[in-house]
């Protein structure tokens, strides 16, 4: 500044302290400091003009990085507007001409964001629209495949996500906003009006079952005293079980338990009798073997006589012995009736040898087959003789099939 003229390149300050900024060729009172040195009135504009600059210096910093907010063309024009007139001292043409630039910056910025804001909230719209669309698919799900807890929390963590979306996502109009909540409050209100549907349905079918189960339970556990001769009525009542229905799984479970407690206690007394039984059983198995050992050498018996005697005796012992375990009656019959069938081939052979008929029509059939052989004997010589081989063939055939009929009859 000039000490004579109290002047800079861009004001000056006259005598009676008021101020003027240059403007090119012109200069233009900007106000005036009556209180202070020339000096100090200048400053006061010239720190007016630093404040405007800072303003465009910060807006221009904004604008390049991208951070203006979306009002940035609003700032701009409000900067013009102050820069029209300023009460402040300095390059006031240079700051114009850097709003103005500013001015065609913010409006390819304010595009920009726009079309970042629209797809912001389509993209928002799409998230929206799969979180309904999931949901709607749930509700419409036939009731006999839906499993409910799961389904529960899926809704659950729908309704999490779809406010998520709406806290933190982009603002969506609010028509579409409505329309997109109505849809997806349906979906879930159908859904917790089948869930409660459902689950009513199920409390009424478990207290049906319950009953008619404790009344099954109740006439299982008063054939205990019965024993193993309450089994069958046991049976009937299992029967009943059955056709009584199931409730929910950990109801049925405790049930079931109860009823299987009550059949318990009649296998366990059929069990223990089992085993009485089958300790008795076993030494009669001991001694029937025993027995059979004995009766072994009646299958190297050749008279039947002797050997119908012998195994008559071990048929009446056998009797008295009793029963044996189930799964050694199979082996210890067996053994017994093969020695029966030896006994009983030996007297079939003797019937069929000493039968009056049988000898007759045996000795009658062997007169006839004697005479045929022989007489084919002589056919025999007699085709050899005159050299006919088909005719001495033919006749050895006969004569060989006879002599096999004969040997069949036997002494």
Known sequence: MSEATNETPWGRVDEERTVYVREGDTERAVGSFPDGTPEEALAYFTRKYADLEGQVTLLEARIARGTAEASVAGTVAKLQQQLVEPAAVGDLAALRARVDKLGGKA???????????????????????????????????????????????????????????????????????????????????????????????????????????????????????????????????????????????????????????????????????????????????????ALLDEAEPILSETQHTSARKALTAIQLRWDELGRVPREALRDIEGRLRKIEDHVKGLEEEHWRKSNPETKARSEGLRGQLEASIAELTTEVEAARAAGDTRAVSDAEAKLQTQQSWLAALGD
Request: glycine fraction near 4%.
């Open 107 to 289: 409006a390819e910025l304010t595009e920009k964001q726009q079309a970042e804001r629209d797809a912001a909230r389509q993209e928002a719209l799409a998230k929206r629209e799969a979180i309904i669309t999931e949901a709607e698919r749930l509700a419409a799900q036939p009731e006999a495949s839906i499993r409910w807890k799961d389904t529960s929390l899926a809704f659950e963590q729908l309704f999490a996500d779809w406010q998520t979306a709406q806290k933190n996502g982009p603002q969506v109009p609010k028509g579409q906003a409505d329309a997109l909540w109505k849809r997806f409050r349906s979906a879930r209100q159908t859904f917790d009006t089948a869930r409660r549907a459902h689950f009513a349905q199920m409390d009424s079918n478990n207290k049906d079952v319950k009953q008619r189960k404790e009344r099954i339970i109740a006439a299982a556990e008063a054939l205990a005293p019965k024993g193993i001769d309450g089994i069958p009525a046991y049976r009937d009542l299992l029967d009943e079980w059955k056709a009584a229905g199931r409730a929910s799984r950990k109801l049925d479970d405790q049930l079931w338990a109860r009823f299987k407690a009550a059949g318990d206690v009649l296998y366990d007394a059929k069990a223990a009798e089992t085993a009485q039984t089958n300790e008795e059983y076993t030494a009669n198995l001991v001694a029937k073997q």
